[in-house]
């Protein structure tokens, strides 16, 4: 049973690597999720300025945005329906709505090695992807946003004990997922820990019940979600880092940067960033949706 | 050009780390690959599905999915090896399936009365494979297995999978904190580039020198 439980998971993950997927809005959809992209704002003609990159999407007819197929609560591609749903993905139509007048995106799996080179070259408009700010990355693309606060934190397996801040990793084997911000946050924290990698969140947590390492350092959201599923699995601190997550745009395009900004600005003003998180990762995390952050806040935003 | 300049203790890592990946698997499949060409032209009926078997079955599935399933499926029956030595291991046992295809069309090229020859002056099936056969075969595919060890280098990048920090990781790893992909990976590639440059000159030598004019 197990050796099947592996190798449909190993099928799975390679589904999941397979390329791109178009989700056109659909006609006379009633989801909760639909229902909020109705009342998501729509830019005034005079707001798609003449010759700007908003205008050549609109001419273009959908988004062409920069995402996940395998992200939970963020952007997951639902096997049922080809919808991609969470977070990320409702903001990435919502966008489109804001440009088009319908949610009409085509999201293309980008991973973290290419979205720098997918936006400079152009294969996408925008990179919705848990895409955190940094001050070299924005060397590189320009970022609106912040749109979304996130922190990392800590699970192990339950039972475990000795581990109650990022400082106790130090001389421990370390898991994280391959290209996220907790490897350089593990090596400034814990410089003696051993950082051990795998490409998916599944796989490490597989890893870390096979004792591959004795702690899983992850985003607290996706932590949570695993916890709930897995009950063999604790969190152990609360968030100890801060990662804003930003709007990847082509660099040094600034009327896209702020027509983007005004967007997520509209967005916050109408309560449907706060509906989007509710239908998304509120639904593992209890409580309100927390207050957005401040547009332009970080640097490198 | 910098970033790579900078990161290159990293990046040098991660090669190394390749270099023992691909030696390590290819001389692990160059031994396994010679017992699977002796079982796939054994007369012993049973000792040749046996063969085909092994090299029907490696031929057809996908070495990241057979890492995969070999790295999160053997602790469950305790068995829990390093990453190394698992990716090793892996890649040897698959490498393994190709190198005996290719010894064996090498053996195919050896004319049967080499064989005949062999076995009317009494020499045993083993002996007449190592001291007669064999050592023909191996004149003729020194491409081919050439072209296997080139394969193998590229493939150890799945490595990377199972949390092997090969240079393909460290690259990612590099520019997870600097996102400059394209230098980074040309920089990559350019490694891979040059190990399967010289090996293509390597085989290219030993082909001149050993090839048989028949």
Redesign the interface.
Known sequence: MKWFVAAAAVSLLALSACGESSSPAVPGATSPQSDILAKAPVATAAEILPGSTMEKIKQRGELLVGGSLDAPLLSQQNPATGEVEGFDAQMGKALAKYILGEPKVKIVNSASETREALLANGTVDVVFQTYTITEERAKQVAFAGPYYTSGLTIAVKKGTTGITKPEDLNGKKVLAGANTPAIPAIKKLAPQAEIITFGSDPECIQALKQDRGVAYVQDETILIADAKKDPSIEIVTKPFTTDPYGIGLKHGDDQMKKFVNDWLKKMQDAGVWQEIWKTSIGTVVTGDAPAPPQIGSVPGS | MGVLLEHLPELWQGLIVTLQLTAASFAGAAVLGVLVCALRVSPVRVLRALGTAYVETLQNL?L??LL??VF??L???GI?AD?LVTAIVVIAVYEAAYIGEALRSGVNSVSKGQGEAARAIGLTFGQSLRHVVLPQALRTVVQPIGNIFIATTMNTALA????V?DLT?SA??V????????PI?VGAGIAYGLIAAAAGFVTGRLERRLVILR
């Open positions: 996908p990241l999915v995969v399933l999160f499926g602790p469950e029956i829990k990453p990377g999978a199972v949390s920090v990781a990612q790893r520019n997870l904190v600097e996102a400059q992909p394209i990976f």
